[in-house]
């Protein structure tokens, strides 16, 4: 079992910064990829980046390209979420979630943990 939480979210205007932050807590991530997704009110989920924690590859979607930057902290056994040059369509709460295999995938059905969210909001 995995428990996960995030951190880092908060108020920023366009064009701006934050660093989001996935801590796990029961086990580490080896073997197990570990995504950000994020949902905008009225809106599906939708994937944002992926890493397989064990191989270290990295998967983004077309939106935050060149935005964002996903990455893992052996040490500290937490995944964090770069995100530069932010957008007011960036705003949504924004989950990390994690799956038992080194697959990467894009959907919110192929993800078996999930912490509780955290709010992003870029004012314009």
């Known amino acids: 079992q995995v428990q996960l939480t995030e951190s880092g979210g908060g108020l920023v205007q366009a064009g701006g910064s934050l660093r989001l932050s996935c801590a796990a807590s029961?086990?580490?991530?080896?073997?197990?990829?570990v995504g950000w997704f994020r949902q905008a009110p009225g809106k599906e989920r939708e994937f944002v980046a992926s890493?397989?924690?064990?191989?270290?590859?990295?998967f983004y979607a077309d939106s935050v390209k060149d935005r964002f930057t996903i990455s893992r902290d052996n040490a500290k056994n937490t995944v964090s979420l770069q995100m530069n040059s932010l957008k007011p369509e960036d705003t949504a709460v924004y989950y990390c979630a994690a799956r038992g295999s080194v697959l990467l995938r894009t959907t919110p059905k192929d993800y078996n943990y999930w912490g509780q969210g955290t709010q992003v909001t870029v004012s314009s």
């Open positions: 890493v397989a924690w064990s191989v270290g590859n990295t």
């Open positions: 029961g086990r580490t991530f080896s073997g197990y990829a």
